[in-house]
């Protein structure tokens, strides 16, 4: 399965982190190829990207179901395609290093089923990384300049 990891260190106490992470509003807008999402439940929501694998550019909807919230270190979710054939897993972890500094790692893991799987697992094999350190860091720069506001 395609897959990518990332992780950020942020001079910031866990905590901080996990008042920012444990709200998906605040973080997805920050996911790359975003259009919305929309929370039907405390632990399900719908989302929606514009996808660019290739010559293939459409809009794919996913359903995103929270398996796990272990505060204030962890949020694990499944994915599920609404109408493509998509299914996969991620999370966000935050490990405190000291008091004032957490580091904070990104995991998203999707496969394509079905008679297109090949050749779009093999692009997202190669984008998939670039879109999670993408997402970690925008995060992490988000929660820079929340705290620096504040």
């Known amino acids: 399965m395609p897959s990518g990891i990332h992780q950020v260190e942020l001079d910031l106490p866990i ?3 996990w008042r920012f992470v444990k709200d998906m509003d605040n973080w997805a807008p920050l996911v790359p190829n ?5 929370k039907l439940s405390e632990s399900q ?12 550019k459409k809009k794919i909807s996913l359903l995103i179901d929270i398996v796990e919230w272990r505060e204030p270190t ?4 499944t994915l599920t395609g609404k109408s493509e054939r998509y299914s996969g897993e991620g999370f966000f972890e935050a490990k405190p290093l000291n008091t004032n500094k957490t580091r904070l790692t990104g995991f998203l893991d999707v ?5 297109m799987a090949a050749p779009l697992n093999s692009k997202l094999e190669t984008q ?5 350190k993408e997402m970690a860091n925008a995060i992490s720069l988000k929660l820079e300049e929340l705290v620096g506001n504040k």
């Not at 929501?45 to 293939?56: A, P, Q, R, V």
């Not at 496969?111 to 008679?115: A, I, L, R």
């Not at 998939?128 to 999670?132: A, K, R, T």
């Open 15 to 17: 905590d901080v982190i």
């Open 34 to 38: 975003y259009i919305q999402h929309e």
């Open 45 to 56: 929501s719908s989302w929606e990207f514009k996808t660019d694998i290739g010559i293939l």
């Open 74 to 77: 962890k949020v694990s979710f």
């Open 111 to 115: 496969n394509v089923h079905g008679k």
């Open 128 to 132: 998939l990384p670039e879109s999670v």
